[in-house]
């Protein structure tokens, strides 16, 4: 049984012994209901109460709620007490928001760091205003640019000219690898030595290549259908994988499984772990399987072929063969496939010569969301990772002043931001730096070219807010 307090039972006790000594006497029954009453608080404000409630647990009928609700929401009329009259009331205010030079102030204010404010502003609602007057008066620039030329140039003779083959890739190690002929060379970005990793004779070179997630292993498709790992680090080949019969053309990695494509028209899923490698092995393109790549989170496998279709596979259904989606909408082989690197399940494509198209795929619908006609052959395809963009390289083209360009574009509407025109020859592939600051693009004309278009723009501590500094919302970028 719950514990009442004990001058309510007393208060009640005497209640009871007044109604018993005398039932019928009225006026006390009317003054003792109106114990806890408002209207008698109101009505006589100098009448002290003995018991107006627990000491704890306020009592809610001694409230009046609408007064209070009006008192706290209604801020145009002030609550005056006619105990004081006026010059009391403004020498009181001026205590309270003047100091002692008379300049006003006020007891309670929000400040931000003073490393990070600018200006010495009194309370939050200032800086709100501050921030937008500068806003207005702060006219539009152009952060982002492109850069006038190649930060880096390197000679890549015997380049093979084939659209279809994948033979550079930059690893997380920071090592760049190219096949050019019939040999495989490693370029190191940070001590610039370049060493060559291996030679083959001319019955089977290397068509395509790429690096593990963790860069330990380096895997090589050939001509003749023979898929390596390579230890870079040692210089030594690990295993050969089989499986194709023809040509490998695209190889991606999904942790310890490797996906290959070849013109034999099937893809293979290897797990490098295993004796028995072959995993899964897919058939439904009709042509070579020109372009494979895993999504971020390794859950969806994009593959696009030389019959201009472009499928899209589930990792957890690819043992029963069943794709989730086909897409027919390109005109030409599709090779370059990039994932969004921020907005999961976005998937970009680019098509061929007849097509010259770079469609956004959204894969969780099944639908395309923009589709954007460049008119020229596209080649391949980087996301920027620091900014909204996307950047395509290009090779033939019916208009001479498009072709053999690269093109950065504003995702996601798609809008230009600008092209370079350095190139004297198609652009076969592109790849990106580890920091994804810096691209590099092999070109058919026996060279690799970098750029450094990826960059952050350079901090512009102008534009930083004295509100933004306070609540902290912004950060210093990378570089």
Known sequence: MPAFPFFLVQDFLVLLQGLKENPFDQNMWEVQSDWYSPTRMNSSPNTQYEFPGDRFIPNRSLMDLDQAQSLLTNRTVPNRNSNFNEAYRQKLQDQLTLDSDGNPFKMLVFRGSPKSSRKPLRCVDEMRRSDEFDSNMIKPTQLRSLPKGESRVLDAPNMRNDFYMNIMDWGKNNVLAVALGLDLYLWNSETVNVRKLF????????????WSQDAKYLAVGYKGSKLQLWDAEASKLVRSLKGHNRRVATITWNGHTLTSGSRDRSIINHDVRARNNVTCHLRAHSQEVCGLKWSETGNLLASGGNENLLYIWESSRMNSSKYLYCFKDHCAAVKALAWCPYQSGVLASGGGTEDGCIKLWNTQMGTCINTIDTNSQVCGLEW????????????????????????????????????????????????????????????????????????????????????????????????
């Not at 030679?199 to 790429?210: C, G, Q, W, Y």
């Not at 931001?417 to 198609?426: I, P």
Request: a positive charge; hydrophobic letters at 30%; glycine letters at 6%.
């Open 199 to 210: 030679h083959v004779n001319e019955n089977d070179h290397p068509t395509s290549l790429a």
């Open 384 to 479: 920027n990772r620091h900014h909204k963009e996307i950047l395509s390289g290009h090779g033939y083209s019916p208009r001479e002043q498009i072709k053999n360009q690269l093109c950065l574009w504003r995702y996601p509407s798609m809008e230009k931001v600008g092209n370079l025109k350095r190139h004297t020859s198609r652009v076969l592939q592109l790849s990106q730096s580890p920091d994804g600051l810096t691209l590099v693009s092999a070109v058919a004309d026996g060279t690799l070219r970098f750029w450094n278009i990826f960059g952050p723009p350079c901090a512009d501590n102008s534009r930083l807010s004295a509100l933004d500094s306070f609540l902290s919302n912004k950060t210093s970028p990378i570089r």
